[in-house]
Nanobody, 115 residues
Framework: QVQLVESGGGLVQPGGSLRLSCAAS????????MGWYRQAPGKQRELVAT???????NYVDSVRGRFTISRDNAKNTMYLQMNTLKPEDTAVYYC?????????WGQGTQVTVSS
């Protein structure tokens, strides 16, 4: 079992940056896949980025080149660096961890991109 806590969301102007953090309650070394989803009002939850235990990353096309996912095993934390933010990036962002065949979720953090 693992508990996840996101932080780092907030209000930012278009073109700005934010870094989201996802802190785990235990070591993440053995966690197979971690990632970020987002859900905008009235829309389905969308997978944004993933990173596996070997460090391989994947991104949805709409954020590739602007967002960077990473994990720091020593700090039991995963990150999502978001640059060149757009209004369409506005959503609640959720981190997740897939381990032992089960998916665990954080509580979500709001990101609002607006002038």
């Amino acid at each position: 079992q693992v508990q996840l806590v996101e932080s780092g969301g907030g209000l930012v102007q278009p073109g700005g940056s934010l870094r989201l953090s996802c802190a785990a309650s235990r070591s993440i070394v053995s966690i197979n896949v971690m990632g970020w989803y987002r859900q905008a009002p009235g829309k389905q939850r969308e997978l944004v980025a993933t990173i596996n235990s070997g460090g391989t990353t994947n991104y949805v096309d709409s954020v590739r080149g602007r967002f960077t996912i990473s994990r720091d095993n020593a700090k039991n934390t995963m990150y999502l660096q978001m640059n060149t933010l757009k209004p369409e990036d506005t959503a609640v962002y959720y981190c997740y961890a897939l381990t032992m065949g089960r998916k665990y979720w954080g509580q979500g953090t709001q990101v609002t991109v607006s002038s």
